[in-house]
């Protein structure tokens, strides 16, 4: 160990080192790391604020120490340092956007603090472009910048306070709510960040506290030599974007005896368009809330020669996890994790080069993997997965344990595992997983844990900030681009409560099949036009099993909810339609009270099933399932809506595609007494070119029940207007209630209908309005 000898003169921290370690830590940072020493004052600046609670004045926010704090950094020798020092009450310095310089290190005492000014004016890199939300992000300066400042530091036992909950002069939001804003409305915010430092090797933070920043804590880009050591990191969970500290395109860094906790990745080693990442060691540090420690998403640039080891993580999201996809994905390799306890943490370990659904030619592949003792105490879901039968992830696993965790917890694909050469409890099976035995191997035991998990050491000198943590919200996010909670939707369903949730999904393509059985789901696109955010797949009745087997959202759960979305099976945009097998669902939904507004459906022959639950012994459908359908589109050409529940489609839009014959509706009304029909008000009828020949609908069973209310028809409509199942061979025509009312276009063809249509009165009509029709249930309140 280093031996020290800590002075405490007028206030100032002098750190000396009487005896130094003659080599350098076990860890893959190639330089001999030491705890770092304060140097010589140069300047010492006196505070002149106070903030009684976390508040300062009106006035005093105007009072920036900014000019003054500049203006001694800049004066100040390289190898010296610029001192912040408060005394009694008066312990506040306030600053806008600052640099600094070569050699030259910001030393804040304790008991003293640097709040960051809410003046969103102060950090515009562009008039304006900062504390707003737009479709560009990035305009925002930093509060602090090492930029080609080498050697450069800032240490101390006080704090920087970025107040990212606070209200921001001359708006009515916080930088926080910012963030929010943007995640929810599909856009980028302009928030700033304490610290970047950029091409400044040989940076050290040493012992301060960082606190509630607006953004990330600490970005390091291009640098060759980053230490921090002892150095808290102090956010709400809730803060969104909030990471701790982020190496990217760097080498030899070390991140050693700190203590994080924030709203995303603890910390998170990146490599994009910059280059490589190298040679990191993080070590000796305890990570509470946040995202865990990981590498990527962007990892384009190679990541290699990482080092984890004597670390807890306590409460986080996600512990050891490697993230990336194959738009931005490179080489990870040489990366080592030893020495770990994780405990009440969702996803214990995630390595996945799966993290979005974006497709590229960047291939994330991850080998020479070390898990070795490990220890999970609590459950969690475990992912272990390689892109493909090509690029498998290669790991080794060594004296690994997870305590309580069941066998579906663990998800592993394309892997080749080593094992040993402790056999621990954790050993993944899975799809084209090959998981072999070192020769030798003996059984494991698990480290000791419990006894090294902490409580967060605050900084009770340094004075807090009035700074609000954001409310828990508990909607789940879900983008395809890795930016959100999730970025599988069926993975935030299954995350979701089984009371209930809501999900806010972000603009994307969503190639999966997504089932929905637990009540009160609601899925929402984040951006108003619903053709930005697709979920798409394409199963098809002869490739599943049949056709209400191949529906890409299957739901069942009652009082669903969905706006903004489209629902598409594109089976038949891949293969050629035929009478036989080519019938694909884009949505089957079978609950009740099920709503939709704004959505589009696309598909050809069966796109939408509208159905009841079977739930009767003898088969017969049970209660009947309300569903309606407000500003949708739907999309195909054969019985392209049909099924048996009671649905109202409102102010729709009801698409044929080319066919040799078309029919809107297939409804499934079994016997007299069943509560069932389609209701059709005030919708529009259109057809894409050569669509022809398509009429209304015909029975799928005996009692088919369907009404048009002014409705507008186009010519496509023919002017029988139904049909027969199978004319000639089925009768159902004759007991089926199809009806009309007020309906306009060139396909109306009132006189030239097929007789057993009913041309409804006014007041015949008005049993078939929507909440006369839908027993009571009134969606439009919801």
């Known amino acids: 160990m280093v031996q020290r000898l800590s002075i405490f003169f007028a206030g100032s921290l002098v750190l000396l080192l009487t005896s130094f370690l003659s080599m350098s830590l076990p860890a893959q940072d190639r330089r001999n790391v030491l705890e770092p020493h304060v140097p010589p004052v140069c300047a010492r600046l006196e505070s002149r604020l106070s903030a009684p609670h976390g508040l300062l004045t009106d006035t005093d926010e105007r009072r920036e120490d900014t000019v003054r704090i500049q203006k001694a950094i800049d004066s100040c020798g390289e190898g010296k340092s610029v001192e912040l020092h408060g005394t009694g009450a008066r312990n506040v310095f306030l600053a806008g956007p600052f640099h600094l310089q070569a050699g030259v290190t910001l030393l804040i005492d304790a008991n003293t603090v640097l709040y960051a000014s809410r003046d969103p004016r102060d950090y515009d890199v562009t008039p304006g472009s900062c504390g707003v939300v737009d479709q560009n992000g990035h305009g925002c300066k930093p ?211 799966k993290y979005t659904l974006n497709t590229g030619d960047q291939l994330p592949i991850y080998r020479d993997i070390t898990l070795r003792d490990i220890h999970i105490i609590t459950p969690g879901q475990v992912i272990l997965e390689g892109l493909d039968a090509n690029h498998k992830l290669d790991l080794t696993l060594d004296n690994v344990f997870a305590d309580g965790l069941p066998a579906n917890a663990i ?159 594109d089976w038949n945009a891949r293969h050629t339609q035929v009478p036989v097998g080519s019938q694909a669902l884009a949505v089957l939904v079978a609950a009740d009270k099920a709503f939709f507004s704004n959505v589009r459906f696309l598909g050809n022959q069966d796109t939408l099933y509208a159905g009841s639950r079977d739930c009767a012994p003898d088969g017969e459908p049970c209660a009947p399932t309300r569903q309606y359908f407000t500003h949708c589109y739907v999309e195909g050409n054969v019985d392209f809506i049909f099924g048996d529940s009671k649905a109202v489609f409102d102010h729709c839009e009801i698409h044929s595609t080319p066919h040799s014959e078309g029919f809107l509706t297939a409804q499934s009304k079994h016997y007299p007494a069943e509560d069932s029909g389609f209701v059709f008000n005030h919708c529009t009828l259109t057809a894409a070119p050569g669509a022809t020949n398509v009429w209304l609908g015909r029975p799928w069973r005996a009692y088919a029940t369907v009404v048009f209310l002014n409705t507008e028809m186009g010519a496509h409509i023919l002017p029988e207007g139904w049909r027969e199942w199978h004319p000639g061979e089925t009768h159902s025509i004759e007991t089926v209630y199809y009806a009309e009312f007020n309906s306009t276009g060139p396909g109306a063809h009132r006189e030239e209908r097929d007789p057993h249509t009913k041309l409804l009165r006014a007041d015949e009509a008005i049993q078939f309005e929507t909440k006369n029709f839908l027993d009571g249930w009134d969606p439009g309140s919801q």
């Open 143 to 353: 509060l602090i910048l090492a930029d080609r400042a080498p050697r450069s530091a800032i240490m101390g036992d006080g704090a920087i306070d970025g107040r990212g909950g606070e209200t921001l002069l001359g708006q009515s939001t916080s930088w926080w709510d910012l963030a929010h804003f943007a995640k929810i409305h599909d856009s980028k915010q302009n928030c700033t960040r304490i610290l970047i430092v950029r091409a400044s090797d040989s940076f050290i933070l040493y012992r301060i506290t960082l606190r509630n920043s607006p953004n990330f804590h600490v970005s390091i880009e291009k640098t060759n030599g980053f230490t921090a050591w002892g150095v808290k990191v102090d956010t709400p969970a809730t803060a969104r974007n909030t990471d701790g500290i982020d190496p990217s395109a760097s080498s030899d860094v070390s991140i050693l005896y700190s203590s994080i906790r924030t709203g995303d990745d603890d910390v998170a080693i990146k490599a994009g368009r910059l280059g490589a990442s190298s040679h990191i060691t993080v070590a000796h540090d305890h990570f509470y809330s946040g995202h865990g420690m990981s590498i990527g998403s962007e990892t384009n640039g190679g990541v290699n020669s990482v080092r984890v080891f004597d670390l807890t993580i306590d409460g986080a999201d996600n512990g050891i996890r490697i993230k990336s996809d194959p738009s931005r994905g490179g080489l990870v390799e040489d990366v080592a994790y030893e020495n770990v306890c994780i405990r009440n943490v969702k996803n214990p370990i995630v390595l996945t080069p």
């Open 411 to 569: 998800h592993a694909s394309n892997a080749v595992i080593a094992l040993g050469p402790r056999l621990g409890n954790l050993v993944p099976t899975g799809d084209n997983v090959a998981a072999t035995q070192r020769p030798g191997i003996t059984t494991g035991a698990p480290i000791t844990c419990e006894a090294r998990f902490e409580p967060y050491p605050l900084n009770p000198t340094a004075p807090r900030s009035a700074t609000a943590a954001p409310p828990i919200d508990n909607s789940l996010y879900v983008a395809a681009d890795g930016s959100g909670d999730f970025y599988s939707i069926q993975k935030a369903l299954d995350a979701a409560p089984d009371t209930g949730a809501m999900l806010l999904i972000a603009p994307g393509t969503y190639r999966e099949v997504i089932s929905i059985s637990k009540p009160n789901i609601e899925l929402r696109g984040s951006n108003a036009d619903a053709s930005k955010t697709v979920i798409v797949f394409d199963k098809s009745a002869g490739s599943s099993g049949g056709t209400l087997h191949s529906a890409t959202a299957e739901i069942r759960g009652d009082n669903f909810r969905a706006e903004n979305l489209t629902f598409a099976n």
